[in-house]
């Protein structure tokens, strides 16, 4: 008999890629999308006849508790969160709300419902933030910089509360930047990404970016999904740290887009302090030895590979698309 998964967020960038990858394993695949006025399943609508869409929402409890008495799955993975850094400073209460109490509301649900089911938490090295040591492991300390690191400290901190107090299998991945074609258009990289595609058509003149010396660990959003899974299958629920152990500057990205598409990026790139964060996170390394070690887990795409896959698909999507299309891009 097929297991059966439920995904929160499946409408983002790694629920699209989780969905994908739990059909190809023969899984039941259910996702949790919340209610908007215009439909957000542009990532997903590929997908919408291999699998069941319900409406919920983090914020609300007993839409979860309807949907797990619904449902019945074996795994859940909690992907919904409110992602964007930038946005955590402006909305701190709903970004609290959703990204960290939300996780309560899902592992209380799946408490009371059926706690045998295996539960996935989507945490971030955005917890590390100004970084105690370098890399990160599971045993460094967090230091988060923003209100979303924090209230995904919150949820990293309640997942192994939940584990630890009523036997739960729940787990906390703890994944760094993982980006891809689907990636949000304000999100650093496909924002370059994008722009790069943009100024070779002659769709736009300029790319105005924060601050070029920040560093993360990038890897391609469909490994790190792989790894979700894979914690969900050993015989013991565990967190683990999941990225490449390589580190590149916003700069480095810039500099491959541009290059890929035979541009110098100095003649475009305008440095906007409009992009600067109240507090920055200045570089972020993995150390992902126990995911390999325990899980076998190994990122497959290189840094350069996911840069220029991302430029491509930008460049194929605009070339192909509607002029009203074309004019739309991130502020
Ligand atoms: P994403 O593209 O921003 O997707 C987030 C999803 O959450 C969207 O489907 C969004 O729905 C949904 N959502 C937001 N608020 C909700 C609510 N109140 N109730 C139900 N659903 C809600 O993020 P992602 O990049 O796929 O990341 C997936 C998860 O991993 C997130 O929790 C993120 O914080 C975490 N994470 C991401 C990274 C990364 O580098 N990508 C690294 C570490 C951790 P709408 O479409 O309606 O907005
Ligand atoms: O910024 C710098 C910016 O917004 C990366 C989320 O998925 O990963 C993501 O969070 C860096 C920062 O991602 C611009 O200051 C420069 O240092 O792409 P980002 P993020 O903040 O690292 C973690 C792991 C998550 O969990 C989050 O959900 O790039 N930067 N110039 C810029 N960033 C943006 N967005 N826009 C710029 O113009």
Avoid at 112 to 132: I, L, N, P
Avoid at 133 to 139: D, L
Avoid at 220 to 246: I, K, N
Wanted: include cysteine.
């Amino acid at each position: 008999m097929s297991k059966i998964a439920l995904v929160t967020g499946i409408s983002g960038q790694d629920g699209s890629y989780l969905a994908e990858f739990l059909l190809a394993k023969g899984y039941e695949v259910h996702g949790m999308m919340r209610r908007t006025s215009t439909k957000s399943s542009g990532r997903i609508d590929h997908l919408k006849d291999k699998f069941t869409l319900h409406e919920g929402d983090l914020l609300d409890s007993t839409s979860l508790t309807r949907l797990l008495e619904q449902v019945r799955p074996d795994e859940v993975y909690n992907l919904a969160a409110q992602s964007f850094v930038p946005v955590s400073w402006e909305q701190p209460i709903f970004t609290s709300e959703v990204t960290g109490l939300g996780v309560t509301r899902m592992l209380d649900a799946v408490l009371h419902v059926d706690k045998s089911t295996r539960f996935y938490q989507a945490s971030s090295s955005e917890m590390f933030g100004k970084v105690r040591e370098s890399p990160q492991s599971e045993a460094t300390p967090f230091y988060p910089r923003s209100p979303y690191g924090v209230a995904k400290a919150y949820g990293h901190h309640i997942t192994v509360n939940y584990r630890e107090s009523y036997g739960m299998y729940a787990c906390s991945g703890i994944l760094f930047n993982h980006e891809s074609p689907r990636r949000g258009l304000e999100f650093v990289t496909r924002k370059i990404a994008n722009a790069v595609a943009r100024i070779k058509l002659g769709l736009d003149e300029e790319l105005r970016l924060g601050n070029l010396d920040a560093k993360r660990d990038w890897g391609h959003a469909r490994d790190y999904v792989r790894a979700m899974w894979m914690m969900l299958q050993q015989d013991a629920p565990d967190d683990y740290v999941v990225g490449t152990g390589e580190m590149h500057s916003v700069r480095e990205f810039v500099e491959i887009a541009f290059d890929h598409v035979g541009l110098d990026w100095q003649e475009y790139v305008v440095v906007d302090p409009k992009f600067y964060r109240p507090a920055e996170v200045d570089q972020l390394l993995a150390n992902p030895t126990k995911a390999r070690e325990k899980l076998g887990w190994v990122p497959k795409v290189t840094f350069e590979e996911l840069v220029r896959e991302m430029v491509d698909k930008d460049l194929d999507g605009l070339a192909t698309k509607k002029p009203l299309d074309m004019k739309l891009k991130v502020a």
